[in-house]
């Protein structure tokens, strides 16, 4: 019987103060055992300079409205570094599975990633604004 292949991931647009900022916190979460799958999306990632982000592109401190495939649901999140992450304030941090999945995504992209209970999901971006860059 064939293999099925995994689905092809989006390409994603990060830019260059989000990436110098997220790398180290993501090798420091992944040395200490913790696959979060940031790090590997922001290997995959194209970095650039900041003012060459299109603004319907997922970056830190964006509000994004998407849709879990999966529910039909509708979210609309802040994504945030995990100091200011409150989930009851709508704001997720980039460390959770969402949160990593959601970085670098642009409107209309979707984009398949696991939950923390192992099933895939089907993320869909429906809108972003981009937030004002938090200091580090």
């Given at each position: 019987m064939p293999s099925q292949a995994a689905p092809a991931r989006p390409p994603l647009i990060v830019g260059e103060t989000d990436a110098d900022r997220?790398?180290?916190?993501?090798?420091?979460?992944?040395?200490?055992?913790?696959?979060?799958?940031?790090?590997?999306e922001l290997e995959r990632a194209e970095v650039r300079p900041d003012a060459d982000v299109p603004p319907g592109v997922v970056g830190m401190e964006s509000e994004v409205e998407f849709v879990d495939a999966a529910h039909g649901d509708s979210r609309t999140v802040r994504l945030v570094y995990p100091r200011d992450?409150?989930?009851?304030?709508?704001?997720?941090?980039?460390?959770?599975?969402?949160?990593?999945a959601l970085l670098g995504l642009s409107e209309g992209q979707t984009i398949d990633w696991p939950d923390r209970d192992g099933r895939v999901r089907a993320l869909k971006v429906v809108r972003v604004r981009r937030g004002a860059p938090a200091a580090p």
């Amino acid at each position: 019987m064939p293999s099925q292949a995994a689905p092809a991931r989006p390409p994603l647009i990060v830019g260059e103060t989000d990436a110098d900022r997220l790398f180290p916190i993501a090798e420091q979460v992944e040395a200490r055992g913790v696959p979060l799958g940031l790090l590997a999306e922001l290997e995959r990632a194209e970095v650039r300079p900041d003012a060459d982000v299109p603004p319907g592109v997922v970056g830190m401190e964006s509000e994004v409205e998407f849709v879990d495939a999966a529910h039909g649901d509708s979210r609309t999140v802040r994504l945030v570094y995990p100091r200011d992450a409150d989930i009851a304030q709508g704001r997720i941090s980039v460390m959770t599975p969402i949160g990593a999945a959601l970085l670098g995504l642009s409107e209309g992209q979707t984009i398949d990633w696991p939950d923390r209970d192992g099933r895939v999901r089907a993320l869909k971006v429906v809108r972003v604004r981009r937030g004002a860059p938090a200091a580090p």
